[in-house]
């Protein structure tokens, strides 16, 4: 359970506010049983673009949508966000969350210390009064009665890191390339070929340099953030030509992913929130062999200090460092070990 979603029900146990009735709205919701027994008289629809999380939701049996229109506003009696790491982008839900309520409706905002609750409250409280504000467990929440009107200039603008290449906050490296893709982009040649996969696509930075520098028959993006993966679509689609491209909103490291491919192509992530997870790139490497065909490639690209080898010696018979710079490392592998074989391997 996020702990910060958990104090969301602060409010109501402390008789803060009304128990919810009506029709309530979660932006960037997360599973909580808690909160899913105070609803249980209201209608709650959640929204969650993150597709881990959309799934956890469907799991607890609550309506959940990637995206939730805008119009028409004031549709509903209450509105909870949970914060991001991403400022811009809680701010746009702040603005939204008081756009989708009716005027005088409560609006609730959650988030951990470390993702900048303080400021997100300083924020909303220089455009309107603040109800109130509660903390527990490193949380902070606070309340508002919704005014459109004091968040009508709120948009989440669009960035462009790439030239001619749309992206927005809340995106990987949404204000620029990052170092890893720039050098595993270096390495995507015309060997490239037949069909290819991006893993972890974001906004479609890889895809569009195996457009220019490949030769692919057909192109599949795989991404979990829903925005990105439009995003990505939109920038890659005056590349493709004639080649189809394919956009899967999907879980890489808990969702199958169909092949086979010839070629996969990723700069899979190594963290969730600040603490650094390995085992997100480990699960990025066994989806990759087990939807490449039998001479299928990967190339990927990974932090140097990032203890992968071990992972990409069980599911492949040839792995090498393609090249390395700026604390990055670019790795080509192929010959795939498939079931028996690799718990030979492991044994």
């Not at 919704?146 to 995106?171: C, I, K, S």
């Not at 990987?172 to 991006?198: E, H, K, M, P, Y």
Request: hydrophobic share 50%.
């Amino acid at each position: 359970m996020d702990r910060a979603a958990g104090t969301l029900a602060l409010p109501f146990a402390r008789d803060a506010l009304p128990t919810p009735t009506g029709r309530w709205v979660f932006l960037n919701a997360v599973a909580d049983q808690t909160l899913a027994m105070l609803f249980a008289d209201a209608e709650l629809v959640c929204e969650q673009p993150e597709r881990p999380a959309f799934l956890a939701l469907e799991r607890a049996g609550l309506a959940v949508a990637p995206a939730i229109d805008d119009a028409p506003a004031g549709r509903f009696d209450g509105a909870m966000v949970l914060l991001g790491r991403h400022r811009r982008l809680n701010e746009a839900r702040i603005a939204r969350a008081a756009r989708l309520v009716r005027a005088g409706a409560p609006v609730l905002v959650a988030g951990d210390k470390m993702v900048g609750a303080a400021s997100a409250r300083k924020w909303v409280k220089g455009r309107l009064d603040v109800s109130g504000a509660l903390s527990k467990h490193h949380a902070q929440l606070f309340w508002f009665a919704a005014e459109a009107a004091a968040f009508e200039d709120v948009v989440l603008a669009r960035t462009e890191p790439a030239p001619g290449m749309a992206a927005a906050p809340g995106m990987f490296s949404a204000d620029g390339i990052d170092a890893g893709s720039v050098l595993l982009a270096r390495s995507i040649d015309a060997r490239v070929t037949g069909t290819v996969a991006d893993l972890g696509a974001g906004w479609g930075f890889l895809t569009a340099r195996v457009l220019q520098a490949g030769r692919p028959s057909a192109l599949t993006l795989v991404e979990a953030y829903k925005p990105a993966l439009e995003a990505a679509l939109e920038n890659v689609e005056p590349l493709a030509g004639a080649v189809p491209v394919t956009g899967l909103w999907r879980d890489v490291t808990a969702e199958p992913v169909p092949g086979p491919f010839d070629w996969i192509v990723m700069n899979p992530p190594f963290h969730t929130g600040r603490a650094g997870e390995p085992e997100l790139g480990r699960r990025f490497i066994e989806a990759a062999a087990d939807a490449l065909a039998p001479r299928g490639r990967l190339l990927m690209v990974a932090n140097r200090q990032l203890p992968y080898e071990r992972t990409l010696a069980e599911r492949f018979a040839d792995v090498r460092t393609h090249a390395e710079a700026d604390g990055y490392k670019v790795i080509e592998a192929g010959g795939v070990r498939r079931g028996a074989e690799t718990g030979r391997r492991r044994r």
